[in-house]
């Protein structure tokens, strides 16, 4: 089962920053939090992930919060192909017979506006 | 970069057909993963491989088997198909022995229509 909540949808104008928040209140030590996105039918791209200090690349901005129950993920110029399904993932960093699998919750839909 | 490759991008197949569908994961990953996205849905997991071997099964139907060769390539077997197996279907990739540190990538995926 999916360990995180996000908003369902969110709207942002071009341009702008689009912070997408994410809750993951049960999440334990051994796990990271990833953040993944899907352009409509296509593949989940990677974004960006993170186990306690925030992290950026060229695509992001990943902020958790010190005690680590909810994170968010920072577009800082979004663009109309930044429109997407934005999904929080919490996953185990142990391995157990190789890498552990990504589960899927709702995720979130977010809109660039012109 | 070279990046997950699957094969057929788009099959249709009649029911109670049988259909296969292939992945070619990055070069040098050792693990591989497949998803099920039917229409409005989020993925969902059906299987993994790691060095070859089952390593984790998710809601994959009985109907469904899949296995990882020599070369690591994947192979998703889907017999007695069904209509309600028509869904987008990734593969995935990732290895503990690059840089990335054992990311996940997703290819494009292949569509699967059931009629």
């Known amino acids: 089962d999916a360990k995180t909540t996000q908003p369902t949808s969110m709207d942002c104008a071009e341009g702008r920053a689009a912070n997408l928040p994410c809750n993951h209140s049960?999440?334990?030590?051994?796990?990271?939090v990833y953040w993944y996105r899907q352009i409509h039918s296509q593949g989940p791209q990677y974004i960006i992930h993170?186990?306690?200090n925030n992290e950026t690349n060229e695509m992001a901005s990943l902020i958790i919060t010190e005690d680590r129950k909810s994170s968010t993920l920072i577009l800082p110029h979004a663009t109309l192909r930044d429109t997407a399904v934005y999904y929080c993932i919490v996953r185990d960093r142990v391995r157990i017979q190789g890498a552990q699998k990504l589960v899927f919750g709702q995720g979130t839909r977010l809109t660039i506006n012109p | 970069a070279a990046g997950v490759i699957q094969s057929p991008r788009h099959l249709i197949k009649e029911k109670r057909e049988t259909a296969t569908l292939k992945c070619y994961p990055i070069p040098r990953h050792d693990t591989v993963y497949w998803y099920q996205q039917g229409p409005g849905q989020d993925p969902q997991f059906l299987i993994s491989f790691y060095e070859k071997m089952q390593s984790d099964k998710g809601s994959i139907p009985d109907r469904f088997s899949a296995q990882q060769f020599s070369d690591y390539h994947s192979e998703l077997n889907m017999s007695s198909l069904e209509l309600g197996d028509s869904a987008l279907y990734f593969c995935?990739?990732?290895?503990?022995?690059?840089?990335?540190?054992?990311?996940?990538?997703f290819g494009e995926g292949s569509w699967l229509t059931v009629v």
């Open positions: 995935a990739s990732s290895s503990d022995f690059v840089a990335t540190g054992n990311t996940i990538y």
């Open positions: 049960t999440i334990s030590g051994n796990e990271y």
């Open positions: 993170g186990l306690k």
